[in-house]
């Protein structure tokens, strides 16, 4: 079941609302997710499956949805593309500009 304060929704899958806020932060400033939204980010299933809990294990597909379909391309496939985007992002807070 669906909660009614889901934060996303696809195909019957969800991200809560505190896991999309770290996936925002992410994406607008470069701040690291922890390890799970990291896993996700780097398109490492193995590793997301292990480090999800077990509310995001049943909803993984929603966060490769949520990333394919809303997050620049830039920021998520591959762990070198998430350490680009963090090292970009941070520099572009720190100078002001994000």
């Not at 806020?21 to 997710?33: C, D, N, S, T, V």
Request: glycine letters at 12%; proline letters at 5%; aromatic letters at 12%.
């Amino acid at each position: 079941m669906i909660p009614t304060d889901a934060a996303y929704v696809w195909n019957g899958f969800y991200i809560r609302d505190d896991m999309l806020l770290a996936i925002r932060r992410y994406i607008e400033h470069g701040i690291p997710p922890g390890d799970f939204l990291q896993a996700v980010i780097c398109n490492d299933l193995k590793e997301a499956c292990g480090r999800a809990d077990e509310e995001n294990l049943e909803n993984l597909p929603a966060y490769v949805a949520y990333f394919y379909n809303n997050a620049p391309g830039g920021c998520w496939g591959s762990k070198g593309r998430m350490q680009d985007w963090v090292a970009h992002r941070g520099q572009a807070v720190l100078e002001g500009g994000a």
